[in-house]
């Protein structure tokens, strides 16, 4: 695998993983309880992620236009 298939799989994973994170406050919303701060931070490191990698898949074709191939 060369390293635009994993920068890809690795932002589907990244994801996912937000996803279940941001599901997983709405339900600790939904129970009546209020969670911890810090947990409202969680998202932000696979958002982050998520954001360099999508950056990358996005500047990828303009970078190989300029290249010839």
């Not at 941001?22 to 919303?29: E, K, Q, S």
């Not at 409202?40 to 290249?67: I, N, Q, T």
């Given at each position: ?18 996803t279940?994170i ?8 939904g ?39």
């Open positions: 695998m060369n390293w635009s298939m994993w920068i890809r799989q690795l932002h589907r994973w990244l994801s996912i993983i937000f279940a941001v599901v997983g406050i709405f339900i600790a919303l129970t009546g309880t209020e969670p911890a701060q810090w947990v409202y931070f969680l998202p932000l490191f696979p958002l982050g992620l998520l954001m360099l990698s999508g950056l990358y898949m996005f500047v990828l074709p303009y970078a190989a236009g300029r290249r010839g191939g």
